[in-house]
């Protein structure tokens, strides 16, 4: 197992040289990207002896003999995707296909703000001074996040200027194509509001193909004085695609930002979300379903660290297990010294539904601060049988009473999403998972 | 006790050993420090103990050499240097003083607050007890009642002899000599501990406690207990004592082995109150402790501890469900104050079908301290309707020290209902205030509010340990106030 992973390493290794000739190496960032790209090849891959990756383990993904850089240009038609957009409203689009920036499907800005791409971002001198302030400054300098950073070419660029309010929701879509190969890519997004700016964001991976594809995204999103941030993750892939999805976010005085992930699909899906608050009067809000069958695998790894006064973090993970699949929820609450008077909740429940199904959850508080709350509660159960029971009696079918009942248990979650067509393609994606039609709107 | 230093101790055992000769040729006799295969052999045959004990001590030596000190935990401490240690000292005699006064006053101060009897704190202290009353009689008593049921309560170098076959059985079964670093270690060079076997059926007349086996003369640095409840047995065990412990060795590496066959019931109680090192973290012990029970068919396993000593404790007294029907308990209350650190917890494994757990465990940190609890549920695939319930509840005092929760959650079947939950608050101004308004000074409503946060451990402890144990509460909480 070992030697095998050895392989895609050293292919990663290899293919850096062949990286640096498509870009330029004599910026700035490259000089980051070489710094990450050394601390990858210290790291390598993780494994399951790392405390963060206990639970979860890459090794049936990592065998996959993946490409790294797709060499042609796919081009797809609108109509053979559609289904994946939220097509019913208006929105701006940053759409890739195979790591690359289709700009047939997307529809950018520059109109008071700027809705465009990574790499333009990185090379126009006129985004200089913002890459230089923000780009890699949260990112982890773990194993994967670094991988991502030491080849970061490609990806949304979002940046809201002060006071804006951006009219409708940017959307980010990553296609994979990969007919012949196992394709493996490596977004790169960063995500810039300043004060009194708001924006909300629905990002997707995609593959449209059978073959193995693995994505290690990176994005940052810094979210000054008093701006919102309200941020969607759909995440409903084929089941030979895995996602490694490692967000990092940095909130200012009164900002309020909330990450909702919509985890129905995939093969190995990992979300790293990391929240830091360095402000006073701080909302995050960190909210999930998992709704999984077959051999999937979802593992949530939140992080949100309270380094002061006054601040909130509110988490609501729930998840629903069928088959073999495998739910991993480790959240962690860091209460600094100074962070006195805050205020962080965390709940996750699970429900199994099949024997085979399994839950590994450890939610975790480090707390050094006194005149704190801190509460979090875990569950693991099971419908309530006589409430299925009492469905029956009234003539709902045993599979509606159910469903029924997972949309109550889930609908926490649910309630707090802000845009009606993301919460209804929500709804009709539970539904379908859960093999009913419901017949109402949430 | 604040007032008392290590510089003090250190003093005070150096000069009455010198007074008091503290080694005396006959008396003591302590081995070169270091360890290696032969030191381990040596060890087995000083307690002469037949082949297959030595055998297994020696596997256990050869396993704890290839494996690594464990990091995991979140405490900070030097490493002990294992080649430093003497491995075997015979029980020492400790100097005897001819009255009450020649005693540590501060000492003298806690044992008044706990409630200790005159005639207790001499024997605690090590004042030579009067003839009047004889603590040998009433450990006679004990003896005889103990010995008509059929009941075996005896140190375990004893039981080697006496009850090779018991021992032999079930030794190691519950916690296997590679089961961690410290446990191979300890089985490896345990000196002594405490063997008790409760017979088919028999209900324990009265709590076990090593505080009354009088031939045991102190505890040791390895200590190994193993307690064995045959079939429908009954027996509440107490280990260690509220009275502060001044010990000189600095790693204690226990080992625990509990084993409730079918139908039995064992309580295990401990309140440890170690020495924790000065107000500014120096000296300490450091305790490593491996206590593990296994339940059989309709067997409950009870753990209640009170963790008020050692600079560093790392202790996880954990379950394993394995009979159908089984329970396992878990009652903690864990105080932390000044430079301590507790990295403790529990492990509830669930196996058996319809087997349920509780866990309830009460952290208290001030000063400086670090208080972690690490839990582990795990619900096995054929763990039909297991049951578990877990509260992790921190107090912190001040904004120096910190709360930690660490806790593990596995399941693998579907019909198992685990819950968690967590809280961490401080002591509220209201709370103070309302007490304050009624005559209550800050430093005894403290202690009353503490008091009721630990009150559902407390009531779990057997009666005489609950009222020491409270007042024991209120020491180690002493001048953490504003």
Redesign the interface.
């Known amino acids: 197992m070992t030697k095998v992973k050895m392989e895609l390493k050293e292919k990663i290794v290899a293919s850096y040289v062949a990286f640096e000739n498509d870009v330029d190496i004599n910026s700035e960032i490259h000089d980051i990207r070489t710094e990450a790209f050394q601390n990858f090849e210290k790291l390598g891959f993780p494994t399951k002896k790392l ?1 963060a990756w206990k639970y979860t383990s890459l090794n049936s993904v990592l065998k996959n003999d993946f490409s790294i850089f797709p060499n042609k240009e796919n081009a797809i038609e609108f109509a053979d995707v559609k289904k994946y957009f939220i097509h019913d409203i208006d929105t701006y689009k940053v759409v890739f296909i195979d790591g690359k920036y289709s700009s047939f499907l997307s529809d950018t800005t520059h109109d008071g703000k700027d809705v465009c791409l990574m790499s333009s971002a990185l090379s126009k001198p006129k985004y200089k001074s913002v890459i230089k302030k923000y780009f890699n400054k949260i990112a982890k300098q773990d194993n994967l996040t670094s991988l991502n950073t030491a080849f970061t070419n490609e990806g949304a660029y979002i940046y809201i200027p002060k006071n804006v309010e951006v009219e409708k929701p940017i959307q980010i879509i990553n296609f994979t194509t990969g007919n012949d190969v196992a394709t493996m890519i490596q977004p790169r997004n960063l995500v810039v509001v300043e004060e009194n700016a708001h924006v909300q964001i629905i990002e997707r991976h995609q593959s449209l193909t059978d073959n193995a594809v693995l994505t290690n995204s990176v994005t940052e999103i810094f979210s000054a004085k008093n701006a919102t941030v309200d941020y969607y993750k759909i995440q409903n892939d084929k089941d030979n695609a895995s996602l490694v999805d490692n967000t990092f976010i940095e909130q200012k005085t009164n900002s309020v930002v909330s990450v909702h992930t919509f985890s129905f699909g995939g093969n190995i899906t990992r979300n790293n979300l990391n929240f830091y608050q360095r402000g006073e009067h701080i909302d995050s809000i960190l909210k999930g379903i998992t709704i999984i069958e077959g051999k999937q695998h979802v593992d949530h790894h939140t992080l949100v660290h309270h380094i002061e006064p006054n601040c909130e973090s509110h988490q609501d993970y729930k998840g629903i297990f069928d088959a073999r699949s495998t739910g991993v929820f480790n959240g962690k609450v860091i209460v600094e ?1 100074e962070a ?1 008077k805050t205020n962080a909740y965390q709940q996750n429940n ?1 429900v ?31 419908l309530d049988e006589d409430a299925l029971f009492y469905m029956q009696q009234r003539g709902i079918p045993k599979k509606e009473g159910k469903a029924l009942l997972m949309y109550a248990f889930a609908n926490t979650v649910l309630e707090s999403v802000k845009i009606p067509e993301v919460k209804q393609r929500i709804n009709k994606l539970i539904a379908t998972k859960l093999g009913v039609h419901i017949g109402f709107d949430l | 006790m604040s007032k008392y230093t290590e510089e003090d101790l250190e003093q005070e055992l150096k000069t009455k050993e010198y007074e008091y000769g503290f080694y005396t040729d006959i008396e003591s006799e302590t081995f070169a420090k270091g360890l290696n295969e032969d030191v381990v052999r040596a060890i087995s045959k000083k307690k002469n103990e037949p082949q297959w004990m030595t055998d297994w001590r020696i596997e256990a030596f050869r396993v704890w050499e290839k494996m690594e000190e464990p990091d ?1 935990a979140n405490v900070k401490y030097p490493k002990p240097d294992f080649q430093g240690i003497a491995y075997y000292s015979a029980p020492k005699q400790k100097p005897k003083l001819n009255s009450l006064d020649e005693v540590d006053p501060d000492l003298l101060e806690t044992f008044k607050k706990l409630g200790i009897s005159l005639e207790e704190q001499k024997r605690l202290a090590n004042v030579a007890v009067d003839i009047v009353i004889d603590s040998v009689s009433v450990a006679t008593t004990f003896k005889k009642t103990l010995g008509e049921k059929g009941i075996i309560f005896m140190p375990i170098s004893e039981a080697i002899q006496e009850h090779p076959e018991l021992v032999r059985k079930h030794l190691g079964t519950v916690v296997p000599t590679s089961d961690n670093f410290y446990a191979a270690l300890n089985s490896a060079v345990f000196s002594d501990g405490s063997f008790c076997y409760i017979p088919k059926g028999v209900k324990c007349p009265m709590e076990l406690s090593t505080y009354f086996r009088i031939n045991e003369g102190g505890t040791g640095q390895f200590e190994r207990t193993l307690v064995v409840a045959d079939k429908g047995s009954y027996v509440s065990y107490l280990e260690g004592c509220t009275a502060p412990s001044r010990d000189e060795n600095q790693l204690h590496a226990a080992v625990v082995e509990l084993i409730a066959l079918d139908d039995a019931e064992i309580k295990y109680s401990t309140v440890q109150n170690w020495y924790p090192g000065d107000a500014d973290g120096k000296g300490g012990v450091f305790n490593f402790v491996t206590k593990r029970g296994i339940c059989e068919t309709n067997a409950k396993i009870s753990w209640t501890q009170v963790e008020t000593g050692s600079a560093v404790t790392w202790k996880y007294p954990s379950c394993i469900l394995k009979g159908n029907n089984s329970v396992g308990e878990f009652y903690s209350i864990a105080v932390t104050n000044h430079h301590q650190q507790a990295d403790t917890g529990t492990k509830m494994i669930h196996l058996g079908k319809n087997t349920k757990s509780t866990i309830i465990s009460k952290g208290i940190s001030a000063g400086k301290s670090q208080n972690s609890y690490r839990g582990l549920v795990h ?1 096995g ?1 054929r763990a039909e309707n297991a049951r578990n319930f877990s509260q992790c509840d ?1 107090l ?31 002591i509220g101004e209201d709370q103070l205030f309302y007490c304050n308004q009624r005559g209550i000074d800050t430093e005894k409503a403290i202690a009353l509010i503490v008091n009721g946060f630990s009150k559902e451990v407390l009531n779990k402890l057997p009666m005489e340990f609950a009222v020491e144990a409270q007042k024991l509460l209120e020491i180690s909480l002493e001048g953490s106030v504003g």
């Open positions: 405390e010294k006195q699970n199994l539904v099949s024997d085979k199904a399994t839950i590994n959850a450890k939610p975790q508080l480090e707390i050094f601060a006194d005149d704190v709350k801190c509460s979090h509660g875990c569950t693991i159960g099971q | 995991w619900v695939a921190s912190l005092m001040g904004n120096a020290c910190g709360a930690h929760t660490f806790p593990y959650i596995e399941a693998k079947n579907k019909s198992a209902q685990i819950e968690h939950e967590a809280t961490t608050s401080k």
